[in-house]
């Protein structure tokens, strides 16, 4: 059985998350490290640890990051969610807020990353929602600090 190198490993993998990012689908991480990385690069401007909401079980951090010149939420790969219809990313301001709505929530678990739209000022939420949309209920919620 031939081995592939920590190098050849490393740069699969980071290939993987960068064509991930552009799609918003799960991506899982080569090796746990201490911030979040994509691309080669490490991550991270806020970050907060999610709290299950409505009895549902939901957890792993989350952090926003600039990205290709870009705000992005990224779930990191310690996210899970343990199930329900109609799951939304969001951001919030001491509150769900249903004009920062990002985009259905594309796994149940891992590493995934949603694009900020330009229109939303990130400086004006201090959290990540998983929300459903469907019952307008919380699902869990990351209160995010600066780092």
């Known amino acids: 059985m031939k081995m592939k190198s920590a190098a050849t490993l490393a740069l699969a993998a980071m290939m993987a998350l960068g064509a991930c990012a ?3 689908t799960a991506a899982t991480s080569a ?3 201490a911030g979040i990385v ?3 690069q490490e991550l991270r401007t806020a970050k907060g640890s999610f709290v299950g909401k409505s009895k549902h079980i939901t957890t792993g951090h989350a952090s926003i990051a600039r990205l290709d010149g870009k705000w992005v939420v990224i779930l990191e790969d310690d ?3 343990d199930g329900a219809p109609d799951p939304h990313v969001a951001l919030g301001a001491n509150g769900y807020r249903k004009d920062a709505s990002l985009a259905l929530l594309s796994s149940n678990t891992g590493q995934q990353v ?3 739209p330009a229109s939303l000022d990130v400086a004006d939420f201090n959290e990540i929602w998983i929300w459903c949309d469907q019952f307008s209920v919380p699902l869990g ?3 995010l600090e600066l780092l």
């Open 31 to 33: 090796a746990p490290t």
């Open 114 to 116: 949603y694009a900020i």
């Open 38 to 40: 994509l691309n080669g």
């Open 79 to 81: 996210f899970t969610f």
């Open 22 to 24: 552009q799609q918003n």
């Open 141 to 143: 919620k990351a209160s």
